[in-house]
C-alpha cells in the first residue's frame, strides 16, 4: 500500500512553523481526526524541539532556496465538447479567462519574484506542477537542495483554511522534520512558509505531492516531477558505439547514456469532484471515476502545443519568463493553456538515444506504448535496472533491463525508459510516432463520443539543417516557439 492509499482526514500543522498551528472551526476535514490532532498538538512542543529540529538542521533551513513554490487554487483548460453536466465545463470558469474550464488546486513557480508578485499568484496555479531536477548529493553541505514553500490560501474557497506540504514520493533519505506527512512533519498553513532540505543521494525519477488532505489534494492537482541527475553526469562514456555526457543513472559504461529527456507526468481529473470543490460540495470518493487523463496537464491533442516560456524552473525573468505582475505567460496563440505550461511533443534526430521519465499520480494504472519504436526499460521508482559486484563499485553488475512496446504504469510509480530515434524515411520535415496510453477506457473524455486522453507524438527529424537544437532544458523542443 502506497500513502496515496491512507487518506488522512486531520491537516493540524505540528512543530515550528512561521506562527502558530492552523486553527479552525469543526468542519468536514477535521471531524473524523479531531481527537488525535488533539493529542498530538498537546505534546508537539517537547517532541518537535527535541526530534524534529537539531541546530543543524534549523540552520540549514534558514539559507536561501534554489527553488521556491506557492501552493494556491487556478483553473486549466480542458476540452468543452463533449460536455458532461452539470460537472464539465464549470460555469464559473468563464468568468475566469477564455476555455477555463476544470477548477484545480495546485503549486507555482515564484523563484526571482518580488513580495508584490508572488502574492499575486493567489489563484493563478498550474498543473501539472513546476516539475524540478537536483544533482546528486557530493557530501557538501554547502550544496544541499532547498525548496521553500507559501501557501497563498485558495482565493475561491476561502473558507477552507487547509495547510499543504510538499512530500517528495519515494525519497530514501530524507529525515522526518522534511518529509510533508503532517503527522510526523511539518504543514505550512495559509500565510505562512517552510524550506525544505534534501540530499539526494538516489538518482531517478521522483514525483512529489502536498500529503495534506493527500486523496483530495493529490486529485485536484498538487502533483509535479523531479529527478535527480547522476554524479556520472559531465563524464564521457561510449555506448554501442555512441558517447554520451547525459546519464540517468551511475552505470559505469554509459549504458543509460542519452541525448534528449523528456518528462511525462501522468494524471487524472474526475470532473464531478472538481466541480464539487468549486460549488463547496463533498464528492463521494468510491463513486470515482477518470474522465480525463493528462499527460503534463493536457490532453491531447493539446500535449502537441509549446511550452509556456517559464518551464525551466531555474531560468526566471520577469517580462520574459514570466509576466510583470508575475503570472504565467501562455504559449504563444493558446490563452486558454496559460497555466499548463508544460509540452509532451517529443522532437529528436535520427540516432539520437531519447531518455523517457514517466511518473504517475493518478488512481489508476495506465499503459503507454510507442507505435514502431521498442522502449528499453532501465530504472523503476528511482532504482536502476542493474546490480552492484560490490558496495564501492558503480552499476556494472546483473543487467535486468528490458525492452517492451507497453509501459504499465500503477499508480505512484515512475519509470526510465530509453527509445532510440530510427532513420528518417518519410518525405516529409520529420517522421512521426505516436505515444499514447492503450487503455482509452480510461484515457479518453468519457463523454459520448469524446476523445483527448494521455498522448503526444514523438518527431524524428534528419541530421542537418532544420533539425531541433540540443537541449537547453528537459521538454525543450530544440526550436523557438
Aim: aromatic letters at 10%; hydrophobic letters at 35%; charged letters at 20%.
Amino acid at each position: 500500500m502506497t500513502d496515496l492509499d491512507m487518506p488522512r482526514r486531520s491537516s493540524v500543522p505540528v512543530g515550528p512553523d512561521t506562527s502558530e498551528p492552523t486553527r479552525r472551526g469543526l468542519s468536514r476535514r477535521r471531524a473524523l481526526g479531531l481527537t488525535g490532532s488533539a493529542a498530538l498538538v498537546a505534546g508537539a512542543a517537547t517532541w518537535a524541539g527535541k526530534v524534529l529540529l537539531p541546530e543543524q538542521v534549523a540552520e540549514a533551513a534558514g539559507a536561501p532556496p534554489d527553488l521556491y513554490l506557492a501552493g494556491t487554487d487556478g483553473w486549466i483548460h480542458l476540452p468543452e465538447d463533449p460536455a458532461i453536466p452539470p460537472f464539465h465545463p464549470d460555469p464559473i470558469g468563464r468568468d475566469i479567462g477564455p476555455g477555463k474550464t476544470t477548477y484545480i488546486f495546485g503549486f507555482r513557480n515564484v523563484t526571482g519574484m518580488s513580495t508584490a508578485q508572488r502574492l499575486a499568484q493567489k489563484y493563478h496555479a498550474q498543473h501539472s506542477a513546476p516539475m524540478f531536477w537536483v544533482d546528486e548529493y557530493d557530501g557538501n553541505p554547502a550544496n544541499e537542495f532547498r525548496v521553500q514553500l507559501t501557501n497563498l490560501g485558495l482565493q475561491l474557497r476561502p473558507d477552507l483554511f487547509d495547510a499543504h506540504t510538499l512530500h517528495w514520493h519515494g525519497f530514501r533519505n530524507v529525515i522526518p522534520f522534511f518529509d510533508g506527512e503532517p503527522s510526523g512533519s511539518i504543514s505550512v498553513r495559509a500565510g505562512g512558509e517552510f524550506t525544505y532540505v534534501y540530499r539526494p543521494r538516489d538518482p531517478g525519477t521522483y514525483m512529489f505531492h502536498c500529503h495534506v488532505e493527500d486523496v483530495e489534494h493529490v486529485h485536484m492537482g498538487m502533483t509535479g516531477m523531479v529527478f535527480v541527475r547522476p554524479r556520472q553526469n559531465g563524464t564521457s562514456k561510449t555506448h554501442d558505439g555512441r558517447t554520451y555526457t547525459k546519464f540517468l543513472y551511475n552505470d559505469g559504461d554509459g549504458s543509460t547514456g542519452y541525448d534528449r529527456e523528456f518528462a511525462m507526468f501522468l494524471s487524472e481529473v474526475w470532473a464531478e469532484a472538481h466541480w464539487a470543490d468549486a460549488h463547496i460540495q463533498l464528492p463521494e470518493w468510491s463513486d470515482y471515476r477518470a474522465d480525463f487523463a493528462l499527460l503534463n496537464g493536457r490532453v491531447y491533442p493539446d500535449t502537441l502545443e509549446a511550452n509556456g516560456p517559464g518551464v525551466n524552473p531555474f531560468d526566471v525573468e520577469p517580462g520574459r519568463t514570466f509576466a510583470a505582475d508575475g503570472n504565467l505567460i501562455a504559449p504563444a496563440g493558446r490563452e486558454d493553456l496559460k497555466h499548463q505550461p508544460i509540452s509532451s511533443l517529443v522532437n529528436c534526430v535520427a540516432g539520437e538515444r531519447i531518455a523517457l521519465r514517466f511518473a504517475n499520480l493518478g488512481f489508476r494504472e495506465s499503459a503507454m506504448t510507442i507505435t514502431g519504436m521498442r522502449m528499453r526499460v532501465v530504472g523503476r521508482d528511482a532504482t536502476p535496472m542493474r546490480g552492484r559486484t560490490s558496495a564501492t563499485t558503480e552499476h556494472d553488475g546483473a543487467d535486468t533491463s528490458y525492452e517492451t512496446d507497453t509501459l504499465n504504469i500503477g499508480p505512484g510509480e515512475s519509470y526510465d525508459v530509453l527509445v532510440t530515434a530510427p532513420p528518417k524515411t518519410g518525405s516529409g520535415a520529420y517522421d512521426t510516432y505516436f505515444l499514447y496510453n492503450r487503455s482509452f477506457s480510461r484515457s479518453d473524455n468519457l463523454a459520448a463520443g469524446g476523445f483527448g486522453g494521455q498522448a503526444t507524438q514523438i518527431r524524428v527529424y534528419a541530421a542537418g539543417a532544420g533539425a531541433p537544437a540540443p537541449q537547453a532544458f528537459p521538454n525543450d523542443w530544440g526550436f523557438s516557439a
